[in-house]
């Protein structure tokens, strides 16, 4: 069974930085689609990013230039890399496992998720 848990979040002011890490254990393919999900309260949930096993990157545009989210297959470690944040990034964050390849940005066709994490952001 694959298990993911997320940290890192907090609570900084606007223009802060933070980063989140999900550990993922159990049985993965190495090449899976990983990446990281998003629901602000009275919002629905949207895709953030994600990374295949290439290594290809995808940003919702809201995120772009600002969020960097990488991989460490040896540790079995997903990042986000969260700069210049902004009070309407605060969300619970969660971490998700596609596994297979391809990555979609449908929270439906994720087989794995975290429990998510909280990043609140004040101006």
């Known amino acids: 069974q694959v298990q993911l848990v997320e940290s890192g979040g907090g609570s900084v002011q606007a223009g802060g930085s933070l980063r989140l890490s999900c550990a993922i254990t159990?049985?993965?393919?190495?090449?899976?689609?990983m990446g990281w999900f998003r629901q602000g309260a009275g919002k629905q949930r949207e895709a953030v990013a994600d990374?295949?096993?290439?290594?290809?990157?995808t940003y919702v545009d809201s995120v772009k230039d600002r969020f960097t989210i990488s991989r460490d297959n040896a540790k079995n470690i997903l990042f986000l890399e969260m700069n210049s944040l902004k009070p309407e990034d605060s969300a619970v964050y969660y971490c998700?496992?596609?596994?297979?390849?391809?990555?979609?940005?449908?929270?439906?066709?994720?087989?794995?998720w975290g429990q998510g994490t909280q990043v609140t952001v004040s101006s």
């Open positions: 159990g049985r993965l393919d190495s090449d899976s689609c």
């Open positions: 998700v496992v596609r596994g297979i390849y391809l990555c979609s940005r449908s929270w439906s066709d994720y087989a794995f």
């Open positions: 990374i295949d096993g290439e290594g290809k990157t």
